[in-house]
């Protein structure tokens, strides 16, 4: 498996295992809809290649991800079900193999909800949470409007969706959305160790038990990301998230007194 050309996303396979790296740290790691594809293509070429077993995907010691790049966001909108940021949430909440994730820093936005898709989840103790998406007047994808109120209970999840509230590695441990906190300098080796250990079980026992899993979910899961995805779409262009991404921008905060 090859990298792509920007080096925005690092993929490397070794011993069975596909360790994506998400590598744009100068902009704390936010994602365009070029990385989206890189994401999405290397999922799918894990997914179809028999000698990978497990996949890792992981960021900086300082950053997992800030999230949609929300500029790129402006210039190319994710306005069609292909779009490369749709083939990412498909193929990763779809996908059969076992997901481990190391996640240190700031988790914005996708870079919480993609989370909700892996199987291991490995954090440092400087890792912040957050999904952010009325702050910027759209509202929750990837399934998180399913998956964080199942995962958090309804209240909880309303103070990470509705005020947007970051949450610290301590409250993802104490609500099960991460496996364990340990230093960042030592979240990436863990991860790696983990799937190594998944690596040498049988794969199809693997496969099964995930789909097992996960079967009660699934199609709820899908016809949610579709959902979400279809208002994700239309918010983007209406005022509200025209305002929030100005103000990001421009380095101001959003003024909603009119939406
Ligand atoms: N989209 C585009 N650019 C982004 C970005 C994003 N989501 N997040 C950060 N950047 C850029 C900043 O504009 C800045 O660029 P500049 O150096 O050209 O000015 C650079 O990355 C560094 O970001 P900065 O905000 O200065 O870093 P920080 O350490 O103070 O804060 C974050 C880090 C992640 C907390 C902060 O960048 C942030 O909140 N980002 C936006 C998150 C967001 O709303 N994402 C969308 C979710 S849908």
Not at 78 to 101: L, Q
Not at 129 to 155: D, W, Y
Not at 191 to 200: E, G
Request: proline letters at 6%; charged letters at 20%; a negative charge.
């Amino acid at each position: 498996m090859t990298t792509p050309d920007n080096q925005d996303i690092l993929i490397h396979t070794e011993a069975a295992v596909t360790t994506i790296t998400i590598n744009r740290v100068d902009k704390k790691n936010s994602i365009t809809s070029v990385m989206y594809a890189a994401l999405a293509d290397a999922l799918d070429s894990a997914s179809r290649d028999a000698a990978v077993r497990v996949v890792v995907i992981q960021g900086h010691e300082t950053i997992f991800s800030a999230g949609n790049d929300i500029r790129d966001f402006l210039d190319v909108p994710p306005d069609h079900a292909d779009a490369p940021v749709f083939r990412f949430m498909r193929g990763i909440s779809t996908f059969a193999k076992p997901i481990v994730a190391s996640v240190c820093g700031p988790a914005v936005g996708i870079g919480t909800t993609l989370l909700l898709h892996c199987d291991l989840v490995y954090a440092g103790d400087n890792a912040a949470f957050s999904m952010p998406f009325v702050n910027l007047g759209i509202c929750p994808e990837a399934g998180s409007s399913l998956l964080v109120p199942q995962l958090m209970g309804h209240q909880r999840a309303a103070e990470a969706l509705l005020l947007g509230e970051p949450f610290m590695a301590e409250t993802a441990l104490e609500v099960g959305l991460i496996n364990r906190i340990v230093p960042p300098s030592e979240a990436n080796a863990l991860a790696q160790r983990q799937a190594q250990k998944l690596a040498a079980k049988p794969l199809s026992s693997l496969i099964e038990t995930k789909r097992l899993m996960k079967k009660g979910n699934a199609a709820v899961v899908a016809e949610r990301i579709e959902e979400e995805g279809a208002s994700f779409g239309r918010m983007l262009s209406e005022p509200a998230a025209r305002e929030a991404f100005s103000a990001f921008m421009e380095k101001r905060k959003p003024d909603f007194s009119q939406v």
